[in-house]
T-cell receptor
Framework: EAGVAQSPRYKIIEKRQSVAFWCNPI?????LYWYQQILGQGPKLLIQ????????DSQLPKDRFSAERLKGVDSTLKIQPAKLEDSAVYLC?????????????FGPGTRLTVL | GNSVTQMEGPVTLSEEAFLTINCTYTATGYPSLFWYVQYPGEGLQLLLKATKADDKGSNKGFEATYRKETTSFHLEKGSVQVSDSAVYFCALSDLSGTSYGKLTFGQGTILTVHP
C-alpha cells in the first residue's frame, strides 16, 4: 500500500515570495490533515479536511495561508506572502475517517526555509 | 485547551539500558493517547496507542499505560537498541467540538542509543 506522498521535499524561498505544497493521501482515506512543525517543537494542526470539506481551520493564518482539497483526494497548501517565521516542516497526514481513535498516516514532510 | 508535556531531552542511553520518557496531558474530556516515532529521514509513524483509562499500548517492546488519575502516558522499554534512536512524540486526540481526530503533540524527545 502506497503511503502519503508529499512534494517538494525541500523548498528555499525569500520572504514575501509565494510557495505551494502538494499532498496525495492514502487511497480511500477520507480525512486529510496539514500540520506545521517548527524546529524543536511538536507538529501543530493547521487545517483538517473531511473529504473535500473543511472540518477545522481555526489555527490556519488565513491572511497568508490557504488550502484546498480537490475532489476529496489531493490537497495543496499555499503561503502568500511568506514570512521568516514560516520556516518549518509541513506535514500532511491522512486517516480512514474522523473517529478519534483512528491512526493518522504521515507523509515525509516538506522542509521550508524562508530567507 | 488540550496540551501535552514531555520530559525534556535529549536522552542518551547505552544499548540494553532501560528507557522511560515521561508524558503528561491536560484535556477536558476523555482523550485517546498516542506515541508517535520519527526515525532519521522518515515521517512520523504510530508506535502505540491507548483509547481509555488503564489500557496498555504496546509495540516493538515499547509499552505505555493510560493513567487517568495522574493524567500520564509514560513510554517504557526494558532494553533499548541502537535502532531505537529517534524522536518520540506523545500526543492526544479528543472529541471536543468538531475536531474529531485532531492530534495535539508534545514537543518531542530525542533518544540516542550508543552501542
Amino acid at each position: 500500500e502506497a503511503g502519503v506522498a508529499q512534494s517538494p521535499r525541500y523548498k528555499i524561498i525569500e520572504k514575501r515570495q509565494s510557495v505551494a505544497f502538494w499532498c496525495n493521501p492514502i487511497s480511500g482515506h477520507a480525512t486529510l490533515y496539514w500540520y506545521q512543525q517548527i524546529l524543536g517543537q511538536g507538529p501543530k494542526l493547521l487545517i483538517q479536511f473531511q473529504n473535500n470539506g473543511v472540518v477545522d481551520d481555526s489555527q490556519l493564518p488565513k491572511d497568508r495561508f490557504s488550502a484546498e482539497r480537490l475532489k476529496g483526494v489531493d490537497s495543496t497548501l499555499k503561503i502568500q506572502p511568506a514570512k521568516l517565521e514560516d520556516s518549518a516542516v509541513y506535514l500532511c497526514a491522512s486517516s480512514p475517517g474522523l473517529a478519534y481513535e483512528n491512526e493518522q498516516f504521515f507523509g515525509p514532510g516538506t522542509r521550508l526555509t524562508v530567507l | 485547551g488540550n496540551s501535552v508535556t514531555q520530559m525534556e531531552g535529549p536522552v542518551t542511553l547505552s544499548e540494553e539500558a532501560f528507557l522511560t520518557i515521561n508524558c503528561t496531558y491536560t484535556a477536558t474530556g476523555y482523550p485517546s493517547l498516542f506515541w508517535y516515532v520519527q526515525y532519521p529521514g522518515e515521517g512520523l509513524q504510530l508506535l502505540l496507542k491507548a483509547t481509555k483509562a488503564d489500557d496498555k499500548g504496546s509495540n516493538k517492546g515499547f509499552e505505555a499505560t493510560y493513567r487517568k488519575e495522574t493524567t500520564s502516558f509514560h513510554l517504557e522499554k526494558g532494553s533499548v537498541q541502537v535502532s531505537d534512536s529517534a524522536v518520540y512524540f506523545c500526543a492526544l486526540s479528543d472529541l471536543s467540538g468538531t475536531s474529531y481526530g485532531k492530534l495535539t503533540f508534545g514537543q518531542g524527545t530525542i533518544l540516542t542509543v550508543h552501542p
